[in-house]
């Protein structure tokens, strides 16, 4: 199977470039406009010669991406409570009016979460060596969907110290939530547990992900230099790059296929 590609520009080192299926490829020796002939089924024939080579790539990165991950990456831990808000405004029940509105105050009491105040006193209660700014980057909030449930979760190195955060950020904020916004009271519905395992770095994850980046380097490498090579190996492409028709082909003997000089003489056996 063959397929054309049409030179749209010249590189810098003279080589031409042209486009397969939108992907760039580089032609050594081609000529500006110039279409020129790609057999795809030879490269997969070569691709298929060196397997071996794309294999070991890619074991070779995957084994890299292991180490980096296991020895340079420090693992984090987190933990996570829930917070459920309620907003009454007539009377002890709840009715339509006051949880669309307590869904509508959700996005408040995400930033009353990680405000200086509730911050400030959580470094305090747990005597924390950190700033305001590193504490709040260890906070994430998120909204259940569809409901008046705020999940906080905090990312830390420290199992342990991952889940004292959090259940002071929880019981802190819903304080501080019920203060400023005058509602009826922020319940925790669950307080942290500690991690066991991490939740980044992934090792299986950027294991594979590196196996695969060596695989495709492997085969771009391969690729690229495959067709930049424009070498005579066979009679084809004598007529391909020369422009030269074949008139005859003189076969080589064993030896020379062999790398080996032919020796036309042959010694005679001494009597």
């Known amino acids: 199977m063959k397929t054309t590609v049409e030179i749209k520009k010249m590189g810098i080192n003279g080589e031409g470039i042209g486009y397969i299926n939108r992907k760039i490829v580089f032609i050594k020796g081609a000529l500006l406009n110039e279409e020129v002939e790609i057999d795809i089924m030879q490269i997969l024939r070569m691709l298929l010669s060196k397997i071996w080579v794309i294999i070991v790539s890619g074991v070779a990165v995957g084994i890299i991406a292991f180490s980096i991950t296991e020895l340079a ?10 917070l459920y808000i309620i907003n009454r405004q007539n009377g002890s029940t709840t009715t339509l ?18 405000s200086l105040p509730v911050v400030e006193q959580v470094i305090r209660n747990l005597e924390l060596d950190m ?10 909030c998120e909204i259940e969907s569809d409901s ?53 770095p992934n090792v299986k994850k950027n294991t594979l992900l590196g196996a695969a980046v060596g695989i495709v380097l492997a085969i771009a490498v391969l690729v690229v230099n495959f067709i930049l090579d424009d070498t005579i190996k066979t009679s084809d492409d004598v007529e391909k790059y020369l422009g030269i028709t074949n008139l005859s082909l003189i076969p080589l003997t064993e030896e020379e296929y062999n790398g080996q000089p032919h020796d036309s003489k042959k010694k005679k056996k001494s009597k």
Do not use: C, H
Not at 73 to 81: D, E
Not at 131 to 140: A, Q
């Open 97 to 114: 009016s006051d949880i669309q509105s307590s869904t509508q105050l959700v996005q408040d009491y995400k930033v009353l979460v990680t």
């Open 73 to 82: 990456i420090t693992p984090q831990y987190q933990s996570s409570i829930k």
């Open 131 to 140: 700033t305001s700014d590193e504490l709040v980057s260890k906070i994430k």
């Open 148 to 200: 008046r449930v705020l999940q906080v979760t905090v990312t830390d190195p420290d199992p342990e110290r991952a889940k004292n955060i959090v259940d002071a950020v929880a019981d802190i904020s819903a304080n501080q939530i019920t203060s400023v916004m005058q509602i009826e009271g922020v319940n925790v519905i669950e307080y942290g547990r500690g991690a066991t395992e991490p939740s980044s």
